[in-house]
């Protein structure tokens, strides 16, 4: 048995959701939109983090919110923003997530 204030209660715990709709400031194709999430991806543990938290965020962005909580859970993520834009790491490193990589914007053209 352990202390009873040492454990996370529910209120500590962030539930994911997919962040609300949004709008990119030029329309994008699904082509575009692919492409600019492949850069985020392949660009985004250069700049800081350790690269598994990058993999399971990359993991967790593209999954359903149920599967995406356990991705998080498991990889020891802590999440600021429920939406997934702002995590932290067990060391306290930031890691960052542009909406874009999280969900489509509301004015994506379908390619044809």
Known sequence: MGC????????DVKN?????????PQPLTKTQLMQLRDEFWDTAPHYGGRKEIWDAL???AEADVTLAQAIVDSAGVIVQNADLTVCYDERG???ELPKYVLSE?????RDS
């Open 4 to 11: 009873a204030g040492s454990s996370q209660t529910k209120a």
């Open 16 to 24: 994911i959701r997919k962040p609300k709709p949004w709008k990119h």
């Open 58 to 60: 990359r993991a967790a």
């Open 93 to 95: 490193a930031k890691y």
């Open 105 to 109: 914007p509301t004015n994506l053209i």
